[in-house]
Structure formats: C-alpha cells, structure tokens
C-alpha cells in the first residue's frame, strides 16, 4: 500500500515563527503537493514537484515555500507564520504521467497559530 | 481555469438509504477525469470513484455509483444502502489531462452524516 506519512498531525506555533511541515512518501513517486483545506473552501493547492528539485506555484502560494531535495521528501515552509496560515494542511503523491490520477494523501497536519 | 461546485455544504440520511450527492463544474477543456475522494474524521482522504470524461459509462463501485452528465457538466455520487462508516466528508475534483497541467481542482465538500 501506498504510505504517504505527515511528520506531525498537530502544530501550535507562534506568529512569526518559521515552520516546518514535512511530507514523506514510500512509493516512488515523481509529483508530489500540498494542499491546504479549510472550512467552506475545499482543499487549494499550495504547492507542487514533478521531481526532486522542482516546484512550482499552485493557486495560493503566497507567504509559503517549498523544499524537494530527495524525492521522496517534500517539505512546505512558512518563513514567517501568521494566524490566517492556521489551517489543515494536506500533502499528496501520486507517479508520474496521467495515469488514473489517483492522489494518495497523508493524515493531515493541523496547524494553530497564535 | 477550472471550477468545482459543490451546492450541499451538509446531508444527513438514515442508514441503509441510498443518497447523492451533488457536483458540477466548468471547463472548457474536452479531456479529464472527475473524481469523488471521501474523508472520515480524523483519517486521511481516500479515492472513492473515478470517471474519465471520454467514457459514455457511469462508473460503479460496488455501492457507489456516479451519474455523469457531459453536456450539462454534472457529476453526482450516488450511495446506496448507506453504512454507518460512509459518514465523511466528500469532496468532487476535477482534472484536466492536458499535458504539464495535471493539477486537481476540488470543490468545498459536503459534510454527509449517516444516522443509525
């Protein structure tokens, strides 16, 4: 089975904090994305990889970044927390090519900043 | 750019009764898939049917079945014999398979309870 493992289910941080969300994945797999879900607004990308050292914006990646230097790690980073970033946040993997375009997602980390 | 509709921010039937729930979008494009994902508190998000645009066929999966309508971009998820574990959330996405844009788009959900 695919396993796509979010390395923390609950954050509280601080405003203006950096914080590290880290995304792992044991499939192989090429593409690699975060989402971010809230209430009333589904899941908005963030961000997304093809590969290891590749990115690219999704529909709201302001005030985040991302890492991909392995690639089975994608990591999202806000360089300086605020509380409107107070959210679930999803990671998702899934091969290369179209496919069936199945997304495998981690369990969420639910991210409080005050 | 796509969007994703999702009109029923909430549903709640009794268990063992069949329920559907609702999703259009729009797009210009001709090529995509559309998919239902469901998401049980506090688990993670699972794919539940997938429909490819280019099919006529519905597709089925054992008690979920979806009603696509090309021409008037609708596709609903239909649950039959509801069970106590179908309580999620359900989210409708959409993507395109054009080459280099293979993002999805999702709708906000719907929050459906099934009632023992």
């Known amino acids: 089975d695919v396993k796509v493992t979010q390395s923390s289910r609950y954050l509280v941080k601080r405003t203006g904090e950096k914080v590290f969300l880290e995304c792992v994945q044991d499939?192989?797999?090429?593409?690699m994305f975060w989402y971010r879900q809230d209430p009333g607004l589904g899941l908005r990308l963030i961000y997304f990889?093809?590969?290891?050292?590749?990115?690219e914006k999704g529909d709201i990646p302001e005030g985040y970044s991302v890492s991909r230097e392995k690639k089975e790690r994608f990591s999202l980073i806000l360089e300086s927390a605020s509380t409107n970033q107070t959210s679930m946040y999803l990671c998702?993997?899934?091969?290369?090519?179209?496919?069936?375009?199945?997304?495998?997602f981690g369990e969420g980390s639910r991210l409080t900043v005050l | 750019a796509q969007t994703v509709t999702q009109s029923q921010p909430e549903m709640s039937v009794q268990e063992a009764e069949t329920v559907t729930l609702s999703c259009t979008y729009d797009?210009?494009?001709?090529?995509?898939?559309l998919f239902w994902y469901k998401q049980p508190p506090s688990r993670q998000m699972i794919l539940v049917i997938r429909?490819?645009?280019?099919?006529?066929q519905n597709a089925t999966e054992n008690r979920f079945s979806v009603n696509f309508q090309k021409a008037a971009k609708s596709f609903s998820l239909k649950i039959s014999d509801s069970q106590l574990g179908d309580t999620a959330m359900y989210f409708c996405?959409?993507?395109?398979?054009?080459?280099?844009?293979?993002?999805?788009?999702f709708g906000t959900g719907t929050r459906l309870t099934i009632i023992p």
């Open positions: 998702a993997s899934r091969p290369a090519g179209l496919g069936t375009g199945e997304l495998f």
């Open positions: 499939m192989d797999h090429e593409n």
């Open positions: 990889s093809y590969d290891v050292k590749m990115k």
């Open positions: 797009t210009s494009e001709n090529n995509y898939y």
């Open positions: 429909q490819e645009a280019y099919k006529q």
């Open positions: 996405a959409f993507m395109n398979l054009n080459f280099g844009n293979e993002k999805l788009t």
